[in-house]
C-alpha cells in the first residue's frame, strides 16, 4: 500500500495536470534531473532524469502555457483533451511512486482522477471569475499558471524532504 505522502503529492501532481497537462511532468523531470538528487528511482522516474527531457518537457510545458491564452483552441473539458490531462495525470502519479518506492497503480488513479477534477474544476472557476468580475481570461490564465508553478515544485520539493 502506498503511503499518505506519496498518495498526496500524486494527487497534488494530478490537479497540477488537470490545470497544465505537461507542467507536473516537467517540474518532477527538472527536480530528478538535478544533479543533487541522487536517490535511485523506477523505470518511469528515471526516463525523466536525463537533462534533455527535462529540457524539452519545460519547453513544451512554456509553449502550453503560452498557447493557453489563444481563443480558439478547444476546451479543455472536451473529450480528447480531457482524456490527455487524466493520462499525463497518471504518468505523473506513476513518477511520484517511483520516486517514493511506492505502489504505481494507487498513485497512478489518484493523480487521474485528480486531473479530471481540477481540468473541469479549474475551468468553472476561470469562466465564473471572468463573468463575475470582468477581468480578462488572459489576466486569470495567468494567475492560474502562477498556481501551477507554485503548488507543483512545492509538491516536488516535498519529494525529497
Given at each position: 500500500?502506498?503511503d499518505?505522502?506519496?498518495?498526496?503529492i500524486?494527487?497534488?501532481m494530478g490537479v497540477?495536470s488537470?490545470?497544465?497537462s505537461?507542467s507536473?511532468?516537467?517540474?518532477?523531470?527538472h527536480?530528478?534531473?538535478?544533479?543533487?538528487?541522487g536517490k535511485?528511482?523506477g523505470r518511469a522516474?528515471?526516463l525523466?532524469?536525463?537533462?534533455?527531457?527535462s529540457?524539452?518537457?519545460?519547453a513544451l510545458a512554456?509553449?502550453?502555457?503560452?498557447?493557453?491564452k489563444l481563443?480558439?483552441l478547444p476546451?479543455?473539458?472536451d473529450?480528447?483533451?480531457?482524456?490527455g490531462?487524466?493520462?499525463?495525470?497518471a504518468?505523473a502519479?506513476?513518477t511520484?511512486?517511483?520516486?517514493?518506492?511506492?505502489?504505481r497503480?494507487?498513485?497512478?488513479?489518484?493523480?487521474?482522477l485528480g486531473a479530471?477534477?481540477?481540468?473541469?474544476a479549474f475551468h468553472?472557476?476561470?469562466?465564473?471569475?471572468?463573468e463575475r468580475?470582468?477581468i480578462?481570461?488572459?489576466v486569470l490564465a495567468?494567475v492560474e499558471?502562477?498556481?501551477?508553478?507554485?503548488?507543483g515544485?512545492?509538491?516536488?520539493?516535498?519529494?525529497v524532504?
Amino acid at each position: 500500500m502506498a503511503d499518505t505522502k506519496t498518495l498526496g503529492i500524486a494527487l497534488g501532481m494530478g490537479v497540477v495536470s488537470g490545470m497544465r497537462s505537461l507542467s507536473a511532468l516537467a517540474i518532477l523531470s527538472h527536480g530528478l534531473s538535478d544533479k543533487s538528487f541522487g536517490k535511485p528511482v523506477g523505470r518511469a522516474a528515471s526516463l525523466l532524469r536525463s537533462a534533455h527531457v527535462s529540457r524539452l518537457l519545460t519547453a513544451l510545458a512554456a509553449s502550453e502555457m503560452a498557447a493557453d491564452k489563444l481563443p480558439f483552441l478547444p476546451d479543455r473539458t472536451d473529450v480528447a483533451p480531457l482524456l490527455g490531462r487524466a493520462t499525463l495525470g497518471a504518468v505523473a502519479g506513476i513518477t511520484v511512486a517511483d520516486i517514493t518506492g511506492s505502489p504505481r497503480w494507487p498513485a497512478a488513479v489518484l493523480a487521474s482522477l485528480g486531473a479530471i477534477a481540477s481540468t473541469i474544476a479549474f475551468h468553472r472557476i476561470r469562466k465564473v471569475a471572468g463573468e463575475r468580475t470582468a477581468i480578462p481570461d488572459g489576466v486569470l490564465a495567468v494567475v492560474e499558471d502562477g498556481l501551477v508553478l507554485l503548488l507543483g515544485s512545492r509538491l516536488s520539493k516535498m519529494l525529497v524532504e
